[in-house]
């Protein structure tokens, strides 16, 4: 081989060479080698391979998603999801909130108001000389004194218990009740709509229109300390007697009474108080 057929293999084998970051010349039968040391060159070690770069956006691998600075935990691969996995503070997740005490403990006493119950009985009584009428709520509807509405009635003769006054009778009795209403500016529609309302068969034993009132107890420590009306009712013509019974006992109140032109006001309850 000659000396240009040589130089020409040198040449190849030196390009070849410096495509491997290596540059080899040749001198004889010695082989110099020098290394590029470029700082945009690198290599490996030719006995072990290089390291893949890892994907991005696995959890808890170098190269994957950070929370706060740190790798987030491994995923959870047994089926069950953890609340607070993954969120980075450490805290465990946050307990159910406690239900609240009972009120039933024994050690705070008995301060359920349902274990409590009232009762409003009565108040459906008369004054004697009324004859079984309820001759206040009448003059109240009326928005005269019960007095005068007595004066008036004192001039009326009444029919039998179960029978109807005839025509003559009721234009009689009529005439005697408008001739002392009448000034009070009492009409006579009005006064046929007020005693219709109140109208009752005493030999029945039936009562007028009413509405019976209802209240619940408050209690405080196992202490009846007040009464809450939740119906005042209507058509009360007597104070009715109020008693609230519990695990502790039975209590006595007393309410009070009121009377207005309004069929659904007049004889109302409006306060309970206890003895």
Not at 20 to 40: E, N, R, Y
Not at 60 to 82: F, R, S
Not at 93 to 100: I, K, L, T
Request: one cysteine or more; charged letters at 15%.
């Amino acid at each position: 081989m000659n000396i240009q057929t040589k130089i020409i293999l040198a040449s190849a084998l030196s390009v070849v060479l410096a495509g491997s970051g290596i540059i080899a010349l040749s001198a004889g039968s010695q082989v110099f080698a020098a290394t590029d040391t470029s700082p945009t060159a690198t290599s490996a070690p030719q006995d072990k391979p290089a390291k893949p770069k890892p994907r991005q956006g696995e959890a808890g691998k170098p190269g994957g998603p950070h929370v706060n600075g740190q790798n987030p935990p491994p995923p959870n691969h047994d089926g069950v999801d953890c609340p607070g996995q993954g969120q980075g503070d450490g805290l465990p997740p946050s307990s159910p909130a406690s239900s609240p005490p009972s009120n039933s403990d024994p050690a705070s006493g008995i301060t359920n108001p349902s274990t409590y119950s009232v009762a409003i009985s009565g108040g459906l009584t008369t004054d004697p000389q009324d004859k079984g009428r309820p001759v206040v709520l009448i003059a109240a509807a009326l928005g005269v004194p019960t007095e005068v509405f007595r004066e008036a009635f004192s001039g009326v003769t009444p029919s039998g218990l179960d029978s109807q006054p005839s025509h003559e009778l009721a234009q009689r009795n009529k005439a005697a009740l408008m001739k002392v209403l009448g000034p009070y500016g009492i009409t006579n529609e009005r006064l046929d709509e007020v005693s219709n309302f109140y109208r009752y068969n005493g030999n029945r034993t039936a009562t007028w229109q009413k509405t019976s009132a209802t209240a619940t107890a408050i209690v405080t420590d196992g202490v009846v300390t007040g009464v809450t009306i939740t119906n005042p009712g209507a058509g009360y013509s007597s104070t009715p007697t109020v008693s609230i019974t519990g695990p502790t006992g039975t209590v006595t109140a007393k309410a009070v009474v009121t009377y207005t032109q309004d069929f659904k006001t007049n004889g109302s309850i409006t306060s309970i108080t206890l003895d």
